[in-house]
T-cell receptor, first 112, second 114 residues
Framework: GQSLEQPSEVTAVEGAIVQINCTYQ??????LSWYQQHDGGAPTFLSY????GLEETGRFSSFLSRSDSYGYLLLQELQMKDSASYFC?????????????FGTGTLLAVQP | KAGVTQTPRYLIKTRGQQVTLSCSPI?????VSWYQQTPGQGLQFLFE???????NKGNFPGRFSGRQFSNSRSEMNVSTLELGDSALYLC?????????????FGQGTRLTVV
């Protein structure tokens, strides 16, 4: 089956750096993406890795290694507003298909 | 540009009833996907529509159905509601094609079944 595992909770302090890991057991996907969701609101897109390596977007960076079945989201200079749930997701291909499979989600708590 | 719009935002239904949720994608987006989010199961893929055709379906019973109209707006229907159907239902739109590089989500419909 397809599964993406994330730590359920991570706690960090303002100004720090935090890494949220995503390990997966699936194959044949286009790329790995990350979404942020505040308290039951709409998930919002953060980043997408089509290729192995690091993608940087401001304070957020995302990494993918297909050989290790692993990716991570790196958040730098943490702010209180970064407290939210973070989801990794894979975009699948195969025929005429277009779907995202989401990870279990990580609740990030940023403390002052 | 206007985002993804879902209506209604909140619904309370009783067991056995049916419900219809609506999603208007971003203008120009032809793919609409639906997800169910619960605390225990996370974000689960329900189905995806593209140009009025269902291209993908997740592992949900036949009580869950959907459709897409020619203007790309989509509806999902849940019949014979069960308590376990209480969840946040999210709709996401993306431009087209097969690779979802970025999906745009609506605020969701919070369904409570009592």
């Amino acid at each position: 089956g397809q599964s993406l595992e994330q730590p359920s909770e991570v706690t960090a302090v303002e100004g720090a750096i935090v890494q949220i890991n995503c390990t997966y057991q699936t194959s044949g996907f286009y790329g790995l993406s990350w979404y942020q969701q505040h308290d039951g609101g709409a998930p919002t897109f953060l980043s997408y890795n089509a290729l192995d390596g690091l993608e940087e977007t401001g304070r957020f960076s995302s990494f993918l290694s297909r050989s290790d079945s692993y990716g991570y989201l790196l958040l730098q200079e943490l702010q209180m507003k970064d407290s939210a749930s973070y989801f990794c997701a894979v975009s699948f291909h195969g025929g005429a298909t277009n779907k995202l499979i989401f990870g279990t989600g990580t609740l990030l708590a940023v403390q002052p | 540009k206007a985002g993804v719009t879902q209506t209604p935002r909140y619904l309370i239904k009783t067991r056995g009833q049916q419900v219809t949720l609506s999603c208007s994608p971003i203008s120009g987006h032809r793919s609409v996907s639906w997800y169910q989010q619960t605390p225990g199961q996370g974000l689960q893929f329900l189905f995806e529509y593209f140009s009025e055709t269902q291209r993908n379906k997740g592992n949900f019973p036949g009580r869950f159905s959907g459709r897409q109209f020619s203007n790309s707006r989509s509806e999902m229907n849940v019949s014979t509601l069960e308590l376990g159907d209480s969840a946040l239902y999210l709709c996401a739109s993306s431009l087209t094609g097969e690779e979802v590089t970025e999906a745009f989500f609506g605020q969701g419909t919070r369904l409570t079944v009592v």
